[in-house]
Each structure stands twice: as structure tokens, then as C-alpha cells.
């Protein structure tokens, strides 16, 4: 029944800043616990970050710890990734998926989400 979607996506410098949405149909996000991932061309899709669905505890995979934030805003039904000071190595298909369990806390193993969305696309060149 839960449905996400992904938006915000596209090209920018490097060092410049993009938001990706996560909104939520079907059932109230704000029990879930959800995963923001990413999958660049040749590489397996490795987890960003989280956010509990039980006490809005985040994590963040070293890769972007300090220049990425999560949050979720229940009345839009919606769970955000800001991104900022954006590297080439940034560039992915980034996605966002839920726990199939509700009002777990992160971290989480990244192989307990599920319900994927249909990714957007981010691209970091000069």
C-alpha cells in the first residue's frame, strides 16, 4: 500500500547543494524508519543514510557524514536528504525505501528496507 516517490534530482558543480524528496502515499510515513541509497554506473547500491520512524534518531554512512542531512516532515508525509559541498563522487540514481518493520531505530542492517521508489538522478561536473 505504501508508495515513494523520489524528486529533487539533477546537475550541479561541484560544492553546490541539491534537496531530494521522499513522498510517501498509502500509509502515515512517520512510523517508518527510511533509508536514503544510492547506485552509481557499474557499482552495487550501497545505503546514505537513515531515519527512525520511532524517535527520529539519524545515521549517516562516512561517505557523506558532515555534508548530508536527513529529516522528515510528517504533515507533508515527505522524508528529505539535503545534500551539501557535493563531489563527483557523489553521482548516483539516489533512492529512498522504508523498513519493513515500524518504529525501529537507525542504524539498521541496509538489507531490511524495502518498497523502493523509482530513484532520481544526480550529477555532480563542472
Known amino acids: 500500500q505504501l508508495q515513494l516517490v523520489e524528486s529533487g534530482g539533477g546537475l550541479v558543480q561541484p560544492g553546490g547543494s541539491l534537496r531530494l524528496s521522499c513522498a510517501a502515499s498509502g500509509l502515515t510515513l512517520s512510523a517508518y524508519t527510511i533509508g536514503w541509497f544510492r547506485q552509481a554506473p557499474g557499482k552495487e547500491r550501497e545505503g546514505v543514510s537513515c531515519i527512525s520512524g520511532s524517535n527520529g534518531v539519524t545515521y549517516y554512512a562516512d561517505a557523506v557524514k558532515g555534508r548530508f542531512t536527513i529529516s522528515r516532515d510528517n504533515a507533508k508525509n515527505t522524508v528529505y536528504l539535503q545534500m551539501n559541498s557535493l563531489k563527483a563522487e557523489d553521482t548516483a540514481v539516489y533512492y529512498c525505501?522504508?523498513?519493513?518493520?515500524?518504529?525501529?531505530?537507525?542504524?539498521?542492517?541496509?538489507?531490511?528496507?524495502?518498497?523502493w521508489g523509482q530513484g532520481t538522478q544526480v550529477t555532480v561536473s563542472s
Open positions: 525505501a522504508r523498513d519493513r518493520q515500524l518504529f525501529r531505530r537507525c542504524p539498521l542492517p541496509w538489507g531490511d528496507f524495502g518498497s
